[in-house]
């Protein structure tokens, strides 16, 4: 796994190179509602295993005297390629028992599996014609993808397949670790060839294994991958089994800690966080989150860090409330046997989805922007009703469960633990009161299912929103809600909005700095709180001359390992020079190593300009001087923007850049207005 996390939509537009012509074209035209069809199996199911299993459970995280590691361990240790192969003679879990795993799963109350085929050591865990480096050239010589796609058909699971588009191991795969250059040279290596081998791998885990839910693809960060490689796999394994979903980890335009990806090209059908739960979710998007039961994917046995089982549900429970799965991962030992406290973990998980899996299957996303108690999902149900799952981590004192904000009327509610049971449900002002009983059946997760009528109006104020917060001379609001039978009344002089007030009808146009405010009335009463919006107007920043002007910008490289970005001024660097735009250069190095770019950007037009940096480690970026988009420290692949007036003419413009370990990669973007961000076009860049 990579250490970043992880949405992206299905990309209906695109040209592709592969065979199978007539038939992906009907992927291209794909509606909402077909692409909305091929998704519900893996929406409604919610609940996922991930299982990450190989060579790597062999040293079990321990390695020259360190015991940190994990499915990492060859480049993280560094173990040449050579040294790595000979686990393959060690690899024979003859503990393995596919049914078992499964079983394990279901009682969980999972719904689905992913398994790695193949992780980034390149070992693969099927029998494949193209490689010896698999589970057949060991002692053990059995298919356990084999063994793992029956045992998943015979207990009614989905069966679905991880694999790394990176590879340690095969000769043609690029780039190469900067500590292998002695041991293992890229010379002769044609990354061609490895497309190939990668294309023909996939083609034998969807043709040889019967029907497969998702293709989970990782690795794809790396400089060599690219989008247009992504839109080829994509359309190839379209092809081969039409209504498999995918990730988009597929393409190369991952970004930011919620699985998002960036750029115009977007591929794949959901979005990865990996380790994080988005704090309010990824609204009208699919997404998954992946997480470790400790601090390692890959077995390790020196790891006890194991989060709770009770923290465990209240995650699972928070992130259906946001409308998200949950793909929840287990690392087997080298024997073939689950670790016996994932096992356990797993068990009270199961008994609580016993209960309570109604709250989890088939839900959406809370139409509560916060509890304060707990968390809510939902699901229509007969009548045109609104069942609301209501979460409780936290008993209230007094015993009474306020659902606030709410507009529509009590069906009834009772207990998912004790459904024969009604509760005493009542109306005070915009709230629903509960009558909780004296102690709840689970301290941890308490369901509570209310059913409303109708579709769920909750109290929610206006969305007041314009391109940025700034604006030079004139700037376009709007003010807008989801909400039915509703005015919305605004106001621009400071005052809270009545029914007096003007009504909203279409976008206010501002010209000086204002404070928008807006409400929701319904019968000319308020029903919602007052949404607070104030736009600046600013002056521009004043162009530069630059009269001997040359294309480019100027570059320093330095070498070294910081958490931070370091004092350019006290360092020396390696390498200096002048190039076409902002980039790294992948075969300079891997890791440790920082980058200054400085010169000046030509803005075509006077307006307020937003720019972005996408980096892994930390960057900044300045204009004039000063600090628009502070992207420092480390972490994975993050996005961060900021906003800056410029008027028309030349800039300084300087971006500062280090990568620690780990994935490396910055990209530059701007965008005007609501556009989305674009790479900076090279003819605006001069030194």
């Not at 292998?180 to 044609?190: N, T, V």
């Not at 959901?270 to 704090?279: K, R, S």
């Not at 989060?307 to 699972?316: F, I, Q």
């Not at 029903?527 to 009269?547: D, G, I, N, R």
Request: one cysteine or more; aromatic letters at 12%.
């Amino acid at each position: 796994m990579k250490k970043i996390l992880c949405f992206t939509i299905l990309v209906i537009s695109f040209s592709f190179t592969i065979q199978a012509q007539t038939s992906v074209n009907s992927y291209l035209q794909e509606t909402k509602q077909e692409y909305d069809a091929r998704m519900a199996w893996w929406k409604d199911a919610r609940f996922g295993m991930f299982i990450h299993w190989g060579l790597y459970a062999i040293p079990a995280g321990q390695w020259g005297g360190k015991t940190d590691y994990g499915e990492w361990i060859r480049e993280s240790a560094q173990i040449p390629v050579a040294v790595y192969d000979t686990f393959v003679n060690y690899f024979n879990p003859v503990k393995f028992n596919a049914d078992e795993w499964v079983k394990i799963a279901k009682n969980a109350g999972m719904q689905y599996i992913v398994i790695t085929t193949k992780h980034h050591d390149g070992f693969c865990l099927f029998d494949s014609k193209y490689t010896d480096f698999d589970v057949m050239s060991t002692p053990f010589k059995r298919d356990i993808m084999k063994e793992m796609s029956d045992a998943c058909r015979n207990n009614g699971m989905t069966m679905c397949w991880y694999h790394s588009i990176m590879d340690w191991h095969h000769p043609d795969y690029l780039p190469r670790r900067t500590w292998e250059a002695g041991s293992r040279p890229q010379d002769g290596a044609d990354y061609e060839r490895y497309l190939k081998y990668l294309n023909n791998q996939l083609t034998e885990l969807l043709t040889n294994y019967g029907p497969v839910g998702v293709l989970w693809f990782d690795g794809e960060w790396e400089s060599t991958w690219n989008n247009t490689y992504g839109l080829e796999e994509y359309n190839h394994v379209r092809s081969l089994q039409p209504k498999i979903i995918t990730n988009n980890r597929i393409g190369n335009g991952r970004i930011e800690i919620d699985g998002l990806t960036g750029g115009k090209t977007q591929i794949g059908d959901f979005g990865t966080p990996e380790q994080t739960i988005p704090d309010k979710g990824i609204p009208g998007m699919y997404w998954e989150t992946c997480m470790t039961m400790n601090d390692h994917w890959g077995y390790n046995k020196y790891d006890i860090n194991w989060k709770s089982a009770e923290d465990l549900l209240r995650k699972l429970a928070d992130i259906a409330s946001k409308g998200g799965n949950f793909l929840l991962n287990v690392g087997p030992t080298s024997e073939g046997v689950f670790p016996q406290t994932s096992i356990e973990r797993l068990q009270q998980i199961g008994a609580w989805m016993k209960t309570n899996g109604e709250s989890i299957y088939g839900t959406s996303a809370s139409p509560f922007e916060k509890l304060s108690w707990g968390r809510c999902t939902q699901k229509p149900v007969e009548g045109g009703n609104t069942r609301l799952y209501l979460h409780i981590f936290e008993r209230p004192s007094d015993g009474i469960l306020v659902v606030p904000g709410i507009y529509n009327q009590p069906v009834g509610a009772f207990l998912l633990a004790d459904p024969e049971k009604q509760l005493q449900v009542k109306r005070d002002g915009s709230d629903l009161l509960i009558t909780l009983p004296a102690a709840l059946p689970d301290p941890v997760n308490t369901v509570v299912a209310l059913t409303i009528t109708g579709k769920p109006d909750i109290c929610d104020p206006p969305v007041i929103w314009a391109a940025h917060d700034i604006f030079i001379s004139t700037l376009p609001v709007t003010v807008t809600s989801s909400r039915d039978n509703i005015k919305i009344h605004y106001t621009i002089d400071g005052s809270d909005p009545a029914i007096s007030s003007p009504l909203y009808s279409e976008p206010l146009v501002l010209k000086k700095t204002t404070t928008v405010k807006a409400r929701i009335f319904r019968d000319d009463e308020p029903v919602s709180p007052v949404s607070e919006q104030t736009f600046t107007l600013v002056k521009p920043w004043p162009s530069s001359a630059m009269p001997k002007a040359l294309p480019g910008v100027a570059f320093e490289y330095f070498e070294g390992k910081w958490d931070s970005l370091p004092d350019f001024s006290k360092l020396i660097p390696v390498k200096t020079g002048v190039i076409e735009d902002i980039t790294v250069d992948p075969k300079l190095k891997a890791e440790e190593f920082a980058y200054r770019f400085h010169g000046a950007i030509q803005i075509p037009k006077e307006g307020v300009y937003t720019f972005y940096t996408d980096s892994d480690d930390g960057s900044i970026l300045w204009i004039d001087g000063k600090k628009v988009v502070d992207n420092d420290g480390l972490h994975s692949l993050l996005r961060k923007e900021g906003a800056v007036p410029l008027k028309e003419g030349l800039h300084a413009i300087t971006v500062g850049y280090f990568e620690n370990s780990g994935g490396n990669e910055l990209k530059v973007y701007y965008s005007t207005g609501d556009e989305k961000p674009r790479q900076i076009p090279r003819e605006w860049l001069f030194y």
